[in-house]
């Protein structure tokens, strides 16, 4: 089959590869419908030192189960699916606290940006999707792989709801979901950092109340103008870096919470007296158990109540996958959907 | 009136300074009955540069309304109060919910090693105790002052209740009283780190379940070993240096939850991830806002279901203070009342 394997940074190559095979009885495979580029591979994608044997890429993807193997009884070949952006086996101590990213069984898929991908413990992975695989549905069906729930754990975590007000830092796909889980979960002010104006109007459009474009110590002091001079109860910081990190610690309010969602690219950060301890700043978030939220975020999807696809702006096949990186790194695309 | 003025490192003197008198229609002067020397003392103890001028020292007593400001009118000279560390006007937003120490108008107390103390906003303040001032409950309610709050803060942003595992990091007395104050949430486990074999056996009267006494790596794996490999739900860190950072984010389960409340005496540490993100750590606690919780934790003291007091192994008289530091500093005393 054909798979799209980054050698490097800016390297991103289609290739043929070998079919993948249940290997155990709880794997399936799935032959991939769509498939799309995440900001995590965008930090590898400026990164990662050259290695000679590659690295298969891709770990959100919509598909059709081809093949099961023996134990895998709740899943049949045909199903569409959608798989969580790491497989879990959904029965251990720390799925059942919907913990499924702590599995000791689990893993983060690689290999998705290919015409099929191989899914260990699929039973306690995937999801069935009540729809065809031609549904206009498939990319909002598809943020739930990552995207979607990763804005809706910000949310959840960070404790949004009716009467906290949130700022979200960050105008990518997660940030913009974590707009919509925000106010799907009633926050009334909602804050969006972010200076690139396509982004930030479907920010508005997904349910941001105010824009703030200055960046470091001014957009610090502009949400707290916006605030009183207080800042949010909630803030959800959805980059990664660590300027996002000292705009997220310097917006919160007394007492409140900074969510990250954004994979760190750094391992020290203040946590001080002066920064986060004695105003009593909760910091909290971490990467999404996608599993324990597909249930919960599926109907507003499938009823159009919300339609986080709106995220993707570019669409390409899959031999043009590093076409959609170049244009994501060079912020061309928000996001890029990827169809074998 | 004789007061304890730090004037440097190792250099605490009791010296004559000017009677306080209240200066705000919202001041009281209170005579001091009890006071004590703090944890955080002793940080200024062993590090602060020598200053000409010197400062007054001491934030937790317990006292006697001597004069007030025309605005008080809730209390009353004669009457028998505790004092949070910090003082607050107990009416603005962030009062209201319960978050005193970042009061607008508040502050930290200094001068209470003394014979009397000026309080500001003294009825957002003060709570008048219903006991005598010879009362033999005095020291378990001195402790509602700071180290009983700030252990009971601990376990209550960690969010212990019945059925989580907690560890206390740091057998001082805001680790003891965080396990006195765990298992009165209802923790069924608690292993107590500390090395100081009779601070530890106050930690098993208190509560505790299982004492490590290695530190660092080792302590980490024997916690680890503890608990089937996994750590505890919620870890309680009540010293504030980085190694105690450290060992509280390595024996926390994924998914739980470490709080500090031994001020932080470092502002950077690690919170990327291998050490907080990736297992969806949340990292909370600050300063105790002790006017929120006093109402809450003082029927246990007046009625005996608790005995926080015990944390007292030495009692001094005010001329005596310098000696209480450092019997403290040397680690003879575990925590030192200071009586005018």
Known sequence: MRAAVMYGAGDVRVETVADPKPRESTDAVVRVVSSCV????????RSMPAVPEGLPMGHEFIGVVEDTGWDVTGLKSGDLVVAPFSY???TCALCREGLHTSCPEGGIFSGAQAEAVLVPHAEGTLVRLPVEEDSALLPSLLTLADVYTTGHHAAVTAGVRPGKTTTVVGDGAVGLLAVLSARRLGAERIILMGRHTGRTDLGRRFGATDVV?????EGIERVRELTGGEGTHTVLEAVGH?????????VVRAGGV????????????PI??????GGNITLTGGP???????????????EGRVEP??????????????????????REALKVLVRP
Chains 1, 2 share one sequence.
């Open 38 to 45: 995440c900001g995590s591979d965008l930090h590898l994608y």
């Open 88 to 90: 879990a086996d959904n």
């Open 213 to 217: 474009a200055e960046r470091g110590p």
């Open 242 to 250: 660590l300027d996002a990190y000292e705009t997220a610690v310097g």
């Open 258 to 269: 900074v969510s990250r969602v954004g994979v760190p690219q750094y391992e020290q950060a």
């Open 272 to 277: 001080g007296f002066s920064t986060v301890f």
């Open 288 to 302: 999404t158990p996608v599993r324990s939220y597909i249930e919960e975020l599926l109907p507003d999807v499938l």
């Open 309 to 330: 696809g709106l995220v993707f702006d570019r669409s390409v096949d899959l031999e043009r996958t590093p076409e959609g990186y170049r244009a994501m790194h060079a």
